[in-house]
Each structure stands twice: as C-alpha cells, then as structure tokens.
Nanobody, 119 residues
Framework: QVQLVESGGGLVQPGGSLRLSCATSGITFASYAMSWHRQAPGKERELVASITSGGLIINYADSVKGRFTISRDNAKNTVLLQMNSLKPEDTAVYYC????????????WGQGTQVTVSS
C-alpha cells in the first residue's frame, strides 16, 4: 500500500518560515520523481517545486524561486520543502506527489497539509 504523509504545515506570520515533510512508504522511493503542489481556495492546484529521482534536476514555480527549497533524502524515503520569507499568497493546502515517468499509473498523492500565512 502506497502512502505519502505530509507534515509541518501550520499558521505563520508573513516573513516567517516553515518546513514541510513528506514521508513515503510502499514505493521504491529512489526511483520516483517527487514534487510539491499547492491549492488555494477557489484556485487550481499548481506545481510549486519538483526534484528528479536522483536529485539532479530541480525546478521551481517563479512565484517561489529564491524562497523555497526542495530536497530529498533517499535513505529516509522523505522529501522536504523549506519555505522562507513566506507571504500571504503562499496560503494553500500543500500536497506531495510521487511519480515515475514514463509510467502514468505510478502517480501518487498525499492528503495535504494546510499552510496559512497571516498576521
């Protein structure tokens, strides 16, 4: 059974930091590309950051470049998202995703964790 469990969300003031964690089980983690997505109320889910299975290629949405850092620990089957200089517009539910190109059916999502940036 595949499980992706996010943690680390919460309420933070503008300018603050949070670190999200996604613990995985049931997959060969080192073979999967990992990514973080977010969905704000009334908006579509959007890609925030992605990292390839070997960690060599990393991409960020323009809106988070320079503020967020994605990383992975293949020994712990975990992917992290360090979020600094948070803004109110970062408020959303953040989801972890695991996928293994080119196999379209090997695509899994976590349940999400709420991040709220507010004073």
């Amino acid at each position: 059974q595949v499980q992706l469990v996010e943690s680390g969300g919460g309420l933070v003031q503008p300018g603050g930091s949070l670190r999200l964690s996604c613990a995985t089980s049931g997959i060969t983690f080192a073979s999967y590309a990992m990514s973080w997505h977010r969905q704000a109320p009334g908006k579509e889910r959007e890609l925030v950051a992605s990292i390839t299975s070997g960690g060599l290629i990393i991409n960020y949405a323009d809106s988070v470049k320079g503020r967020f850092t994605i990383s992975r620990d293949n020994a712990k089957n975990t992917v992290l998202l360090q979020m600094n200089s948070l803004k109110p517009e970062d408020t959303a539910v953040y989801y972890c995703n695991a996928n293994r190109p080119p196999y379209r059916d090997l695509n899994y999502w976590g349940q999400g964790t709420q991040v709220t940036v507010s004073s």
